[in-house]
């Protein structure tokens, strides 16, 4: 008899115990991973062009000017013999 009255309780117990765990779950927020931070990828960067192929002219078809004998301020302009 006590045997019946012990397993009875026993498992009301166990019932009880299984409604609080569903109930606990049921409320708590499912708990997700964190994602990872991507990097930027690099083909949204803009093409630096010099500023010549960006006007429109073409760098082997005619050779630089010499550069000028005076400078913007009115100084004169003294090349040494090795860069001439």
Same mark, same amino acid.
């Given at each position: 008899?006590?045997?019946?009255?012990?397993?009875?309780?026993?498992?009301?117990?166990?019932?009880?115990?299984?409604?609080?765990?569903?109930?606990? *779950?049921? /409320?708590?927020?499912? /708990? &997700?991973? &964190?994602?990872?931070?991507?990097?930027?990828?690099?083909?949204?960067?803009?093409?630096?062009?010099?500023?010549?192929?960006?006007?429109?002219?073409?760098?082997?078809?005619?050779?630089?000017?010499?550069?000028?004998?005076?400078? *913007?301020?009115? &100084? *004169?302009?003294?090349?040494?013999?090795?860069?001439?």
């Amino acid at each position: 008899m006590r045997e019946l009255e012990r397993a009875e309780k026993a498992a009301e117990r166990a019932r009880q115990v299984e409604a609080q765990h569903q109930k606990k *779950s049921s /409320q708590q927020a499912p /708990q &997700r991973k &964190r994602k990872a931070s991507r990097v930027t990828s690099s083909s949204n960067k803009r093409q630096k062009r010099a500023g010549a192929a960006h006007a429109g002219v073409q760098a082997g078809d005619e050779p630089s000017a010499a550069p000028p004998k005076v400078t *913007s301020h009115g &100084r *004169s302009v003294n090349l040494p013999q090795k860069f001439r």
